[in-house]
């Protein structure tokens, strides 16, 4: 999970959520993710992603790089996100259901 910086809105619009679905399809162009599961809410996002190769930490960096480009057009050039990456196990099956608590 990754929340707003200081608890702001990271998603102001579909607009906004709409070009971070794109750009999360950008990284999975250079990462080789394969996403399980999304939930985008105002301030903060979850994703389960498989990484078939050991590069989670680079690809979120990436992400939040490119997500705040393309989501806050002249704010004051904060971080647009903050928060760690988790790097449990996630089984298939609660993706499915939504018993894993992910939203």
Same mark, same amino acid.
């Given at each position: #999970?990754?929340?707003?910086?200081?608890?702001?809105? !990271?998603?102001?619009?579909?607009?906004?959520?709409?070009?971070? !679905? &794109?750009?999360?399809?950008?990284?999975?162009? +250079? /990462?080789?993710?394969? =996403?399980?599961?999304?939930?985008?809410?105002?301030? $903060?996002?979850?994703?389960? =992603?498989? /990484?078939?190769?050991?590069? %989670? =930490?680079?690809? #979120?960096?990436? %992400?939040?790089?490119?997500? +705040?480009?393309? /989501? $806050?057009?002249?704010?004051?050039?904060?971080?647009?996100? &903050?928060?760690?990456?988790?790097?449990?196990? =996630?089984?298939?099956?609660? !993706?499915?259901?939504? &018993? /894993?608590?992910?939203?």
């Amino acid at each position: #999970m990754n929340r707003g910086d200081r608890g702001e809105p !990271i998603f102001r619009d579909d607009e906004d959520r709409q070009q971070f !679905i &794109s750009t999360l399809g950008e990284a999975y162009g +250079k /990462t080789g993710w394969a =996403v399980q599961a999304l939930c985008l809410m105002p301030n $903060h996002f979850h994703l389960a =992603v498989e /990484t078939p190769r050991a590069n %989670l =930490v680079a690809g #979120m960096k990436w %992400l939040g790089r490119r997500a +705040k480009g393309d /989501t $806050h057009k002249g704010d004051d050039g904060g971080a647009v996100a &903050s928060g760690d990456c988790g790097d449990g196990q =996630v089984d298939r099956a609660g !993706i499915a259901d939504g &018993s /894993t608590g992910l939203c």
